[in-house]
């Protein structure tokens, strides 16, 4: 499976941005896809993630401001981001599991989003 991410972009404080994730693979409603991301000289950290059925999951940072979705027909991931701060400035990487997998095995190469404060 190759993932390709795409949407990051410069930024205003409070506002938003939309980025996709186009999957290589016609099965990737098979595939838990989730959104990662790297701040300058922190470490990966996991942002959410969205089941093969929609469920979502999100870590504290993006709750209420971040939604995933997914259209499997489209074989498209996306992460809309709202009211971002400085503070979301990474590196967003989507990335794929199977279900029962414990690692994400399918990454995307990165998108940069730039929050200027």
């Known amino acids: 499976v190759q993932l390709q991410a795409s949407g990051g972009g410069l930024v205003e404080t409070g506002g938003s941005l939309r980025l996709s994730c186009a999957a290589s693979?016609?099965?990737?409603?098979?595939?838990?896809m989730g959104w990662f991301r790297q701040a300058p000289g922190k470490e990966r950290e996991f942002v959410g993630s969205?089941?093969?059925?929609?469920?979502?999951y999100y870590v504290d940072s993006g709750k209420g401001r971040f939604t995933i979705s997914r259209d499997n027909a489209k074989n498209m991931g996306y992460l809309r981001m709202n009211s971002l701060k400085p503070e979301d400035t990474a590196i967003y990487y989507c990335?794929?599991?199977?279900?029962?997998?414990?690692?994400?095995?399918?990454w995307g190469q990165g998108t940069l989003v730039t929050v200027s404060s």
């Open positions: 990335a794929a599991r199977i279900p029962g997998a414990v690692n994400y095995d399918y």
């Open positions: 969205i089941s093969r059925s929609g469920d979502e």
């Open positions: 693979t016609r099965t990737f409603g098979d595939y838990i």
